[in-house]
């Protein structure tokens, strides 16, 4: 396995991940900004709350499930392209559970059309993109002192 081609297919994927986000962001305060959508801002409590407790922890779990994913005993003993398959598996399910936190911030806005949900929106996209994937990060989350791409 080309290294060099794994982590530009897992730069598309992130990529599009994260422009995806932005259009939809984009999109929200646009419908909102020219009333094409009716807000329910009564609920906006609720929708906040349920964000506290539900939804913000699952940026903690993706990062356990992610390091549980790469530290398992067994990884040590995997060749480069195993550990890579990992990895790729890993990364986009510690985005995913950084994606969904954005989504439902943006939903709230839509319903409630409180613009806090869009400031979470944006720190989430903002945390996403500092999960963006890399050869350097890969060694290290794999304690790879001399990778080298082939």
Same mark, same amino acid.
């Given at each position: ?63 356990? =499930?992610?390091?549980? *994913? ?27 559970? =950084? ?6 911030? =943006? ?9 806090? &949900?869009? *400031? &979470? ?30």
């Amino acid at each position: 396995m080309n290294t060099e081609d794994f982590f530009k297919k897992l730069s598309i994927i992130f990529c599009s991940m994260l422009f995806s986000q932005i259009i939809i962001l984009f999109i929200a305060i646009y419908l909102l900004s020219n009333n094409f959508i009716k807000t329910n801002s009564e609920i906006s409590f609720i929708l906040m709350v349920v964000f506290m407790i539900i939804i913000f922890p699952l940026i903690v779990v993706g990062a356990k =499930v992610y390091c549980k *994913i790469i530290s398992n005993n067994s990884v040590k003993n995997l060749l480069i392209e195993d550990k890579l398959i990992l990895y790729r598996k890993g990364i986009i399910l510690k985005l995913a559970f =950084v994606e969904v936190p954005f989504i439902y911030s =943006v939903t709230s806005f839509l319903i409630t059309g409180n613009y806090v &949900f869009i *400031i &979470f929106s944006i720190f989430f996209i903002t945390l996403f993109y500092l999960h963006k994937p890399s050869e350097i990060k890969f060694s290290q989350d794999f304690n790879l002192n001399n990778f080298n791409k082939n």
